[in-house]
């Protein structure tokens, strides 16, 4: 078990506390902010369980002790001032007390910018596709709908269409082309009910060497593109057209 020490300005504050601000570790989100005195500092150390000083109850407060939805440490960083805590946690459970995952009434779910739009609007096509083709809306009509329809094995062809046209512009020195035929292949991903939504852009720009930040934001502009010209209907679950 890793023991944190480092210098915490207790003595700021009148009352001794420090203000403590919750990360979920792996989604990066912010959970909640609580207080902790020296003890609560010591204790939450020692279990390697997050325990706040609670100032309603006038005592230590161990995240959990009474439903078990504890934040278990995994770091613990200071500020630049040495008055605030910022802890990562695993959180076994809901967070607020009110049964949500964050403070906030948020869902405490990995957020990948655009690239979690996107999946959300391929999602929906998915879902469209599950309707009978004479019972869906006429707005309803697709090109993501009409490759889930096709099944897996016309958007693998597409998938395979996409990815030789990346391998021709890698060996070229265009690098705009390049990044906007990375930007053309998504990755689709299987399990075992079949096809599911977008997972991430293969960005090939890293394994040639292309800064990934400019590969994404190309990606992003080729994809918001296609949407403005489509009006937000057309979106292809590995290809864009614009």
Not at 68 to 85: M, P, S
Not at 153 to 182: C, P, R
């Amino acid at each position: 078990m890793k023991i944190y020490t480092m210098e915490i300005d207790f003595n700021k504050n009148k009352d001794g506390l420090v203000p403590v601000i919750i990360q979920d570790n792996t989604t990066k989100n912010v959970l909640m902010l609580g207080y902790m005195n020296e003890e609560a500092f010591l204790k939450t150390n020692v279990e390697n369980k997050v325990t706040f000083y609670s100032r309603s109850k006038n005592r230590l407060w161990t995240k959990g002790e009474e439903s078990g939805n504890f934040l278990e440490v995994v770091n613990i960083k200071n500020d630049c001032d040495n008055d605030t805590l910022l802890i990562s946690v695993t959180p076994h459970g809901p967070t607020c007390h009110k049964g949500t995952d964050t403070c906030w009434g948020e869902n405490n779910n990995q957020n990948f910018g655009f690239l979690s739009e996107l999946e959300g609007i391929i999602e929906d096509r998915k879902k469209k596709s599950e309707i009978a083709p004479e019972l869906r809306a006429k707005e309803d009509a697709s090109y993501v709908v009409s490759l889930f329809d096709a099944g897996m094995n016309k958007i693998a062809q597409k998938v395979g269409e996409e990815a030789v046209e990346v391998v021709i512009e890698a060996k070229d020195s265009n690098d705009e082309l390049f990044l906007n035929e990375s930007a053309d292949l998504l990755l689709i991903t299987t399990d075992e009910n079949g096809c599911r939504s977008v997972a991430f852009p293969l960005i090939s720009a890293g394994i040639f060497g292309y800064p990934k930040d400019e590969a994404l934001r190309v990606a992003e502009e080729s994809i918001m593109d296609f949407l403005r010209e489509n009006g937000g209907m057309e979106v292809s679950l590995v290809l864009f057209d614009g």
